[in-house]
């Protein structure tokens, strides 16, 4: 809730809704001071911000509405996962069920010969992080993550259009995210 935690740093997000057609987008449980001030206001179940967030990677994956040329360059996506990686019923490959842990081994990228990590530049190779995370983001359809969250679809699909505005080169956008919880 930046307008009660922050009100010094909020002042430019009213500014910049003020004079330059910013949009604020409110993503919290509770309806705030935030909210209040928001152009959109969605509710979430708490501890629900991970299916929503996968929603909108899911979103902007399929409709293609992402910044390829920033993408392509400064991420991972273009890297080759390992063939011993895997993502099945739920559990990524390594995980050992008697210890409940992990052993991370198999989660790394697929070496050349030149010592680096093979790269894909187009992006379409099936181990190539881009894909396989369109794979597995995929399962967060709008309809999984109104049941999981408890927000409106109609909501939760206007936000990620709203999102997916900024993937035109010439658009940016500040995500403010933050997560709190009380004991």
Not at 144 to 153: A, E, H
Request: proline share 4%; net charge negative.
């Amino acid at each position: 809730n930046a307008a009660e935690a922050h009100p010094c740093g909020f002042k430019w997000v009213t500014e910049a809704k003020a004079h330059n057609k910013a949009k604020l987008i409110v993503v919290d449980p509770r309806f705030t001071r935030s909210a209040a001030m928001s152009d959109m206001y969605a509710p979430i179940r708490v501890g629900t911000d991970i299916a929503f967030l996968g929603g909108v990677v899911n979103y902007l994956l399929t409709k293609d509405k992402i910044q390829h040329d920033y993408v392509k360059s400064y991420t991972n996506a273009p890297f080759i996962i390992n063939a011993n990686y895997t993502f099945e019923n739920g559990f990524f490959s390594g995980y050992d069920e008697a210890k409940r842990k992990y052993d991370a081994a198999s989660w790394v990228y697929e070496m050349g010969d030149d010592g680096f990590a093979k790269v894909d530049e187009t992006m379409q190779d099936p181990r190539c992080v881009f894909q396989m995370m369109k794979a597995h983001y995929v399962r967060y359809t709008p309809e999984v993550v109104s049941n999981i969250c408890g927000t409106p679809q109609e909501s939760f699909i206007k936000i990620c259009e709203w999102i997916a505005e900024t993937a035109a080169a010439n658009k940016a956008m500040t995500i403010m995210y933050a997560l709190g919880w009380t004991q």
